[in-house]
């Protein structure tokens, strides 16, 4: 067993409201300075920067997993994470094919850039990435779960793209791993909060659209950095568990 | 009719800076408060009801050159979100009052969907 603290919730300069500093080097290199040892690329939409990143923590002791943070129809944010490549691009191609053919407005938005390892432009998407699939959450979780990643609602204490903002309550037949919540408040206040997020296991995420939103705040006991040992943590299962990193939280009262 | 005049008759707050409401006539009004619906079904010009207060609210107003966004039972956009439409020219106005309450007056004022 082996502690990681993980980060599962990193957007780069391809989605267009993250800032330029969001390249492959900064990110991989910021998350060292942390002693992050996992973290997850998830794009607004898109997965086209995840390869880039891989690459930039190419010898050092930081795991990347492919990610998206897809945005349901219903308007619901839901982390997509998975093992390996193949698995995010056959989700992208899926996701793709529902999409809306929407232009994006960089002056509006932000620009969306995809970079290669060192940070060097490659070219940009055109797509307007902040928008919603038409596939909807139900048809989202069972996606990425064919596929053998997790789906996981995100920043589901905030008031806008959140499934308790937009649903009101999770749905009991969703097949979802975890439930993120926002660096704004702890688990702990939480659990009172939501009486909705029931016995859910919680990660937090530092939606980090800046690499000082970094945060780092899971803590993870894990043979190996995968979506199956990740699933066993939030069980509590085989040794492997979950906690969280009190030092990261910007309010750590009511921890 | 005017924007001044449904500022007026709603008693709206004007969030942002833009104050040259009798200049401004919204062409319809659309109320939803899913991005996307909006970004599909708002006619240019038209004027939006919405309890949305984050950013993206600004983005859409202003891709659609919408007459002003009403922002419903006092949610509360923050300062970067306010003078991002500043910077757009976006027009922002508040109220306590939902948004049924809301496009009922302002169909009793005789705005339409188109």
Redesign the interface.
């Known amino acids: 067993m082996k502690t990681y603290r993980a980060e599962l919730h990193v957007h780069t300069v391809l989605s267009p409201c993250a800032e330029i500093e969001m390249i492959p080097p900064l990110i991989v290199q910021k998350a060292l300075d942390l002693g992050i040892e996992l973290i997850a690329i998830t794009d607004h939409n898109a997965s086209a920067n995840v390869q880039a990143v891989q690459r930039a923590a190419i010898g050092t002791t930081l795991t990347v997993l492919p990610g998206m943070e897809l945005q349901t129809r219903e308007e619901v944010h839901l982390l997509c994470l998975f093992d390996t490549l193949e698995q995010a691009e056959s989700w992208q191609a899926f996701v793709d094919e529902h999409m809306p053919r929407l232009e994006n407005n960089a002056e509006l938005f932000g620009e969306q850039l995809v970079v290669d390892e060192t940070g060097e432009f490659v070219r940009r998407e055109t797509r307007l990435l902040l928008t919603s699939a038409t596939l909807s959450l139900k048809e989202a979780v069972a996606g990425v779960t064919r596929l053998g990643g997790i789906a996981i609602p995100a920043h589901v204490d905030r008031k806008a793209f959140s499934l308790i903002a937009n649903l009101g309550w999770i749905p009991p037949d969703l097949s979802i791993a975890a439930v993120e919540i926002s660096r704004h408040l702890s688990p702990a206040e939480a659990r009172q909060r939501f009486p909705q997020l029931g016995s859910y296991p919680l990660i937090q995420g530092g939606d980090a659209h800046r690499l000082g939103e970094l945060l780092g705040a899971n803590i993870f006991r894990l043979a190996a950095p995968t979506v199956a040992e990740l699933i066993l943590a939030f069980r509590n299962e085989d040794g492997r568990s979950l906690t969280f990193h009190s030092g990261a939280l910007d309010n750590p009262e009511g921890q | 009719m005017t924007l001044q005049e449904i500022v007026d008759q709603l008693n709206l707050r004007p969030l942002t800076a833009r104050h040259d409401f009798d200049q401004v006539t919204p062409s319809s009004g659309y109320a939803s408060d899913?991005?996307?619906c909006v970004?599909?079904g708002a006619r240019r010009g038209g004027l939006w009801v919405t309890l949305?207060?984050?950013?993206?609210i600004v983005?859409v107003a202003?891709?659609l050159d919408l007459s002003a966004v009403i922002i419903t039972e006092g949610?509360m956009p923050d300062p970067e979100t306010i003078a991002k439409a500043n910077e757009?020219g976006v027009i922002l106005l508040s109220t306590d009052k939902s948004t049924f309450h809301i496009v009922g007056r302002l169909w009793e004022l005789g705005l339409k969907d188109h």
């Open positions: 899913l991005l996307s970004m599909a949305q207060a984050h950013a993206n983005a202003a891709l949610a757009e």
